[in-house]
């Protein structure tokens, strides 16, 4: 940047200040409540994340009760240093007292009066008397409705009826409406359609996914269209929204995809929105232009800093993806400068708005645009409603085109618009904060953000330590696939091709490193497709079953007395055989077992990681601990295997609980005869190959398919086989207990078993609930892998308080799901794994009619599958066999209670304990739940299902296990026993001095 330009953004810059000498933002203005709560945020982090987390809950609290006691939970617990004024009030309150409805009907009052300032009416009708001020100021708008979270088919159309009713109710008014500036007729400033609108793709399509790429695309065209016809009609502007960065790749398609269409083709006023805070901004905005420039479409882009922040680093560090976002303020600073060049020097293709409160940035527009003599009609000016009011004020007194964003919708809605606003203004790096409320010079605020990225630059998150893995450094979650990238979905779907030419599938035994044949044999088929035979097995028989035992035992000596070090390091080598054929690994769980592909992806991730866990976790225990530090004596525990171990799997997490009980069975030092579930053969060769890759040797691991009656029951009772890992029914896990308890006179050892067995699992819906996100995470949990998961949700607890709201958004939404067979990335729910299944997930669906009143069944359309309908039942009681009983299906039952404490003991009334959820922002239930709701796994304001490797151990209690946690820190310790050696070391009185 030449000296002469960097001089006169600074002249501009200070001119700018200068307009608005002595005006603050309204939000923080000290006098309002507003600005009083602002300064206590920006003080008081901890008070900021409660003051947030209160306003965001607000809407939903339907009682004065509610409030009070909210207020006293978020603002009175112990443990905040939160001003004592404040505290002492609230806790003399009784919720149900005159007092706390006085409180509660003040707070009312000022979060209404917060939520005004940047919304500016419920509906149009209510925010046209607020749009016709700004217009009489001088000041244009662009309308943007809230609401977007739409879960189901009818609140998209409910969501389009509102656009309509928008555009024809200030498509009235403006005909009236004077053009700003020089402008005339329709065309505020001679170029700007009067009336401009926002839209937000997400709202066009409910069931929005990036595995759909191209139907995604497809349905939210079909919602967006008449938008575009009335916009083109009324000569209006749209503009598509950009929200987080899961949609961002979905939004370009859909908005070049339209205005390729020639009924919109050539359209002058339409534009889309770029994020100068995202990393690859700069190449999404290059395809951009050059789509314009090849289209010769007219074309704007908003150029906006971006809203996600906080929420785009939390979700690519939970995925371990690379952080889509600048983490430096400064470098967005400087990319925003750098795009906005961009955009001006192809002035001749794409027209600019520059969306920013900052007023380096918008000097640095101002000078530069006069240097590359970009047309008037090319640029003009955006802030948000009911923000940065001295910024407005400036810009509007230096002449320049000017409009405000401006929200329009209901309060609760509009909650979550506003929570972004407040954290934009309180960040420690918010240029408003920086200038109006921390007092930083204008001379600092107005230094070129190159330098100052320089500076300062990006902080490095410090890499974790973990010095009792050895050299092999911390574990880290295996990624999953990023499906708005292109070429993973590319890449799936030529691996979903390619794989049937290989069907079927050819699958021996292998015992003692050999491949076996056997005479009897049979088939695996895909469950959406019973006419396609995935694989030809081989069928174990007792006198192979005998050999693999007998192959296991010979290796054992050899195996346990390899070094835990060498024994992990088979694990690694497995785990990299793994990724290296992630892609199919995921494609044929979609054909063997009926995955859909997000589901697939994880079950291969999941596998990884126990490998990769499980391995480091064997280098900690590994070394032997020293106990006691006494002179004279050296004590030493460690730890040893047990012996041949019988790893009997099931069939719908095939790939990653096969390899999870296997690989901890290896990693200690057993030897492993496994035995996949017949309905996954194909999958569970896969597992015996990855380490046989891992050149495992001979005998150490043996592959044993075949039928459970005929060699189930000999692994478990045969008198070499020191212990069983199992994941399965309950009835089949209790008959493995029972019989591996009868030991023999003459046996060598007490067989040790590991069982998980699934579960009736709960998820307790709270009065005060976000239900955008309980209704779609209740839909995953349930339906997610058409329910065949041990922590599906089969019971749905509701509050009578929201009872009635949440049926029918979940109804709506269920009727919504796409259904069918899974090969297609829009399904969700496809057939149930065999047709034993099936009959027994119809024959609950027809006790659930009896016992209960059908909200929703929703049949499945495919042929020559395993289908059944999607079925929610209401008016179930917790005594039912719906309710007690596992389904292992799409069903799940509704049940209302009438307040927290009969929702704790509702969802404790089973016999299993293995997982649940509870969706709540009262942080006194969610305390209650933590102690009271009895379940191995709990998720708070989560789905039930989705365990994660560390970061969840999972397994249960009661009915649903026995044993600790898969994928937790003392999972190990179950496949080996303890050993301690104690020498005396003292001689003739001395003892060595180094112990």
Not at 379 to 400: D, N, S
Not at 918 to 939: C, D, H, Q, T
Request: charge should be neutral; hydrophobic fraction near 40%; include cysteine.
């Amino acid at each position: 940047m030449s000296r002469d330009l960097e001089k006169r953004i600074r002249q501009t810059g200070l001119w700018l200040y200068q307009l608005i000498e002595g005006e603050t933002p309204s939000i923080f203005r000290k006098d309002f409540w507003t600005g009083k709560v602002m300064e206590w945020c920006m003080q008081n982090e901890a008070f900021k994340v409660e003051m947030f987390r209160f306003v965001d809950v607000f809407p939903y609290l339907t009682r004065p009760e509610s409030v009070a006691k909210h207020l006293q939970e978020y603002f009175c617990r112990p443990d905040q240093c939160f001003p004592m004024a404040l505290q002492w009030g609230l806790r003399q309150l009784s919720p149900t007292s005159m007092a706390a409805k006085m409180v509660a009907r003040s707070m009312a009052k000022n979060i209404a009066n917060m939520g005004l300032q940047f919304i500016a009416g419920a509906d149009a009708r209510e925010a046209l008397p607020v749009l016709e001020k700004m217009r009489a100021q001088g000041l244009a708008f662009t309308a943007d409705l809230l609401g977007e979270a739409v879960v189901s088919r009818e609140e998209e159309e409910a969501y389009l009826e509102r656009y309509l009713d928008l555009f024809d109710v200030l498509g009235t008014a403006a005909r009236s409406w004077k053009a700003l500036g020089d402008g005339a007729g329709d065309l505020d400033w001679g170029w700007a359609p009067k009336l401009n609108v926002s839209i937000k793709p997400s709202a066009m399509y409910s069931q929005m996914n990036a595995c759909a790429f191209d139907y995604s695309v497809d349905r939210a065209k079909d919602r967006l269209r008449p938008l575009f016809r009335k916009a083109m009609e009324l000569g209006a502007f749209v503009c598509l929204d950009m929200e987080h960065t899961a949609l961002k790749n979905i939004t370009l398609a859909l908005y070049k995809s339209l205005m390729e269409e020639p009924e919109f083709r050539g359209y002058p006023h339409t534009g889309v929105v770029i994020q100068a805070y995202l990393r690859d901004s700069e190449a999404d905005l290059r395809d951009l232009i050059d789509w314009a420039r090849k289209n010769r479409q007219p074309c704007t882009v908003r150029l906006v800093k971006g809203a996600y922040w906080d929420a785009e680093v939390i979700w690519a560090r939970q995925n371990h993806w690379p952080v889509p976002v600048y983490t430096n303020k400064y470098d967005t600073d400087a990319n925003f400068e750098k795009l906005a060049r961009l955009l001006m020097e192809n002035s001749a293709h794409v027209g600019f708005a520059c969306a920013s409160h900052n007023i380096r940035s918008l000097a640095y527009v101002i000078e530069l645009s006069k240097d590359l003599k970009v047309p008037e009609d090319r640029i003009e000016y955006q802030i948000l409603y009911g923000m940065a009011e001295p910024v407005r004020t400036a810009l509007k007194k230096a002449g320049l085109p000017l409009r405000l964003y401006t929200p329009i919708g209901e309060m609760i809605p509009g909650m979550a618009y506003l929570v972004r606003r407040l954290l934009e203004n309180t960040s420690n790096e918010s240029f408003l904060r920086l200038s109006f409320s921390e007092g930083v010079s204008r001379e600092e605020l107005l230094r070129n953000p190159v330098e100052l990225a320089a500076e300062h630059p990006e902080p490095q998150r410090p890499p974790r330590s973990a010095p009792e893995y050895g050299d092999k450094g911390p574990f880290v979650n295996e990624p999953p696939w990023d499906w708005t990238i292109a070429e993973v979905r590319r890449t799936f779907e030529r691996t979903l091709a390619k794989l049937p030419k290989d069907f079927p599938v050819q699958v021996p035994l292998v015992i003692n490193g050999k491949k076996v044949r056997t005479r009897e044999t049979f088939s695996s088929t895909n469950p959406n497709r019973t006419d396609q035979v995935v694989g030809v097995v081989a069928s174990a028989g007792e006198e192979e079953a005998l050999q693999a035992v007998a192959a296991a035992k010979d290796a054992f000596d050899a195996w346990r007395d390899t070094p835990p070090r060498e024994r992990a390091e088979y694990l690694f080598r497995a785990a990299q055989a793994a990724r290296n054929r992630r892609y199919e690994l995921a494609a044929l769980q979609v054909y063997e077992v009926g995955k859909s592909w997000k589901e697939a992806d994880a079950d291969v991730c999941e596998a990884i990681d126990f490998l990769e866990y499980y391995g480091r976790e064997m280098i900690r225990l590994g070394t032997p601990r020293r106990m006691g530090h006494v002179p004279g004596e050296v004590s030493h525990l460690f730890y040893e295997p047990r012996g041949v171990t019988a790893v009997v799997a099931p069939w719908n997490f095939p790939f990653a609980i096969s390899v999870g009980m296997t690989s901890a069975a290896l990693v200690t030092g057993n030897t492993v005869v496994y035995k996949p579930a017949s309905q996954s053969p194909v999958i569970g060769y896969w597992v015996y190959r990855i380490f046989e890759e891992a050149k495992l040797p001979k005998g150490v691991l043996n592959f044993l398919p075949g039928p459970g009656g005929k060699i189930g029951d000999l692994l478990v009772t045969h008198p070499d086989v020191a212990m069983i890992a199992f994941t399965g029914s309950k009835e089949i896990g209790l008959r493995i207990i029972e019989r591996a308890a009868r030991t023999p006179s003459d046996a060598q050892f007490v067989k040790n078993v590991v069982a998980e067995m699934g579960g009736k699992n709960a998820i307790i819906i709270d009065a005060d609930a976000d239900l955008d996100e309980a209704v779609v995470q209740v839909l995953h949990s349930a339906f997610g892998y058409q329910g065949q998961k041990c922590s599906a949700c089969s019971r749905l607890i509701v509050l009578e308080e929201n009872y009635d709201k949440l049926l029918e958004r979940l109804r709506a939404a269920a009727e919504s799901l796409e259904l069918g067979p899974v090969e297609n990335p829009k399904n969700v729910m496809g057939a149930v794994i065999d047709a034993r299944a099936r009959e027994k997930i119809l024959e609950y669906i027809e006790i659930g009619k009896r016992e209960g009143k059908v909200l929703v069944e929703r049949p499945v359309e495919g042929k020559n599958g395993h289908f059944v309908p999607l079925a929610i039942f209401t008016e179930i009681r917790p005594e039912h066999r719906l309710a007690q009983e596992e389904i292992f299906g799409p069903v799940l039952s509704v049940l209302k209670v009438r307040d927290f404490d009969e929702a704790l003991e509702v969802a404790n009334s089973t016999q299993y304990a293995l997982t649940g959820a509870v969706f709540s922002r009262s942080p006194e239930n969610i305390e209650k739940a933590r102690r009271r709701f009895r379940v191995g796994n709990l998720y708070i304001n989560r789905g039930s299902t989705g365990a994660i490797v560390e970061r969840h151990p999972f397994g249960g209690f009661k009915m649903s296990g026995v044993g600790s946690k898969a994928g937790g820190p003392d999972y190990l310790l179950q496949f080996m026993v303890p050993r301690n050696v104690a020498e005396n070391t003292m001689r003739r009185g001395f003892a060595p001095s180094d112990e």
